[in-house]
């Protein structure tokens, strides 16, 4: 399941698409249909040309000698992936972006980008490749069959709301593109927020009165009741709220609360606000 209404953080084109699976005996026309989807999963939403396709790997797929984790493979290595999201990429944004495209999620922590950049070290671009496409999750995921899809809005596929966080810095909007409209251009957006670990604004691409802000990469000291040695107090900045209690002088609604609230009370406090109308604009590190 999804956090929060889905319309609101602009994924609902993703809630409401069901997975897209390869079937035996699929018409020229579902087969064709399937090679898009890879294509726009694969190159982060990236359009495109025809003079760019893949003759050759499409031709196996249509011919049954690959299935769609083998034609995701020959997208994910071939020198039109390679060029746009690796060749003169930074490292850590090529890595990110890897785990948006083949796993539909953005990494788990420090620990998890570490191992794929030594893979990288090590044994190279192709066998970067492979680790994801070989991995128990992708199989246990998507299988043979089925072409991956974005999937870290949902709480099935993260491990932590910190990680939930980090999906909206990848993916704004079933319309966002990995290539274009990005204004952090190459630049990596989840280094600094994995290394310590903080969660960011999760703002609606729709206009929704808030803005949407990244912390600056500095480093954060734990403080305010409730801090402790097992998590840190997050400020969280809500549009749209109305207490229960109404002030019976002025009937306008109350904008841009903020609320200092320790690590493990932090679905606690979720809930509440979005029980009183409350649309969170904002949840960072303090």
Excluded: C, W
Excluded at 253 to 263: A, D, G, I
């Amino acid at each position: 399941m999804p956090f929060g209404p889905a319309s609101r953080l602009g994924v609902s084109l993703f809630d409401e698409t069901p997975p897209i699976e390869s079937l035996p005996g699929s018409s020229a026309e579902e087969a064709e249909s399937i090679i898009r989807a890879v294509y726009r999963q694969v190159l982060g939403n990236a359009y495109v040309m025809e003079s760019e396709r893949l003759a050759v790997p499409e031709s196996q797929f249509k011919r049954g000698e690959y299935s769609v984790r083998e034609f995701v493979r020959a997208v994910a290595k071939s020198d039109l992936y390679r060029s746009r999201f690796f060749d003169g990429v930074p490292r850590y944004r090529a890595i990110e972006l890897n785990f948006r495209h083949l796993l539909g999620r953005p990494p788990r922590d420090l620990e998890e980008t570490r191992a794929h950049s030594t893979i990288l070290d090590t044994k190279g671009y192709e066998a970067e490749i492979d680790s994801y496409l070989d991995s128990d999750e992708y199989q246990n995921t998507f299988g043979e069959n089925f072409v991956p899809y974005i999937r870290g809005y949902k709480t099935e596929a993260i491990q932590s709301l910190v990680q939930f966080t980090h999906t909206f810095q990848l993916v704004r909007g079933s319309a966002s593109s990995s290539l274009k409209g990005d204004l952090a251009g190459k630049s990596p957006k989840l280094n600094s927020l994995v290394i310590q670990s903080i969660a960011t604004p999760v703002v609606s691409p729709s206009s929704s009165g808030a803005t949407f802000r990244t912390p600056p990469a500095v480093s954060r000291s734990r403080q305010g009741v409730g801090a402790t040695s097992d998590g840190k107090v997050y400020r969280i900045e809500v549009t749209g709220y109305r207490a229960k209690a109404v002030n019976a002088v002025s009937k306008f609604r109350r904008s841009n609360q903020v609320f200092l609230v320790p690590y493990d009370q932090l679905s606690q406090e979720y809930q509440r606000i979005h029980q009183q109308g409350g649309v969170i604009a904002s949840i960072t590190a303090v």
